[in-house]
């Protein structure tokens, strides 16, 4: 895992890795969210999603995939920082 990955356990137990790729604006940072799949979404400084980039699935193939019950959980941490 790279140095500038961060790995967090949500609630369910599943260990997810956050991966920062580059910022996408003043206030927005592009990431990798990876657990059984990748969600590469764009994210504000306040913790929402502004957009969904791609979404692959465990093999690594793009797929269209539903964002995970627990993404509000990652996503909340990009507010304390």
Not at 9 to 18: F, L, Q
Not at 21 to 29: A, N, Q, T
Not at 54 to 62: C, F, V
Request: proline content about 5%; aromatic content about 4%; overall charge negative.
């Amino acid at each position: 895992m790279p140095a500038d990955s961060h790995t967090m356990e949500v609630r369910s137990g599943e260990e997810v890795t956050i991966r920062p790729i580059k910022p996408v604006g003043e206030d927005v940072v592009r990431v990798d969210i990876e657990a059984d799949g990748v969600w590469r979404l764009d994210i504000t400084r306040e913790g929402e999603i502004a957009d969904v980039v791609t979404t692959r699935d465990a093999d690594g193939i793009l797929a269209d995939r539903e964002l995970p019950e627990w993404i509000d959980e990652v996503t909340a941490k990009f507010a304390q920082f």
